[in-house]
């Protein structure tokens, strides 16, 4: 099946401790991108990928790195997380940035 | 730069009302304009692209270039249209194509 697979779904975690949050997609698919989902702000680019070794800052990358080695994996990383980057976080994935996204469940993150 | 704009962040109507949800962008190309859907507990989803001209569970959008619009409608609403929808926008910018998303509108079809 055709989809996108973000781990973890849920994520609680301390202010500072790294973390990362991964995407795999199973499409072949070279766009793929990080956005946040925050009520009243809507969704938020963090950083978006056009293919391997391509990456670039969306609306919102203060705080955040990616990284695209594979064409298959773009993974969300944390080196210092706060407070304020508390959020619903939502990996996608399209065959060019033209076309229509698949998204992947959404990781809901906490950080206290 | 590319901005979506979505004026209203709730909109309430009765099932079987019409329902328009705006959409405004600011684009200096020409853009591809998209409308996504995010029911209760789902991933969000494509619903419509301005290019293919379909209407997709009775909704149709226009892009209007003049106007820089692409109102999302339907001219009668149904309770399981409750949903969050979200229009994007592709632009061409210096470092690649990319998706801009409006704020969103919770839309909520009252019985």
């Known amino acids: 099946e055709a989809q996108v697979t973000q781990n973890p779904r849920y994520l609680i975690t301390v202010t500072g401790k790294k973390l990362t949050v991964t995407c795999s997609q199973n499409?072949?698919?070279?766009?793929m991108s990080w956005y946040r989902q925050d009520p009243g702000l809507g969704l938020r680019q963090i950083y978006y990928s056009m293919n391997v070794e391509v990456t670039d800052k969306g609306d919102v990358p203060e705080g955040y790195k990616v990284s695209r080695k594979e064409k298959r994996n773009f993974p969300l990383i944390l080196e210092s997380p706060s407070p304020n980057q508390t959020s619903l976080y939502f990996c996608?994935?399209?065959?060019?940035?033209?076309?229509?996204?698949?998204f992947g469940n959404g990781t809901r993150l906490t950080v206290t | 730069a590319q901005r979506v704009t979505q004026p209203e962040k709730l909109l309430s109507v009765f099932k079987g009302a019409p329902v328009e949800l705006k959409c405004n962008y600011s684009y200096s190309g020409s853009p591809e304009l998209f409308w996504y859907v995010q029911y209760s507990r789902q991933r969000l989803q494509l619903l419509l692209r301005h290019i293919s001209r379909e209407s997709i569970k009775g909704f149709t959008a226009d892009l209007n270039k003049g106007e820089t619009s692409f109102h999302l409608k339907k001219p009668f609403a149904q309770e399981e249209d409750s949903a969050m929808y979200y229009c994007?926008?592709?632009?061409?910018?210096?470092?690649?194509?990319?998706?801009?998303f409006g704020e969103g509108t919770q839309l909520t079809v009252n019985p």
């Open positions: 499409m072949n698919h070279e766009y």
């Open positions: 996608a994935s399209s065959g060019t940035a033209y076309s229509p996204l698949h």
């Open positions: 994007a926008l592709s632009g061409q910018e210096t470092s690649g194509s990319r998706l801009t």
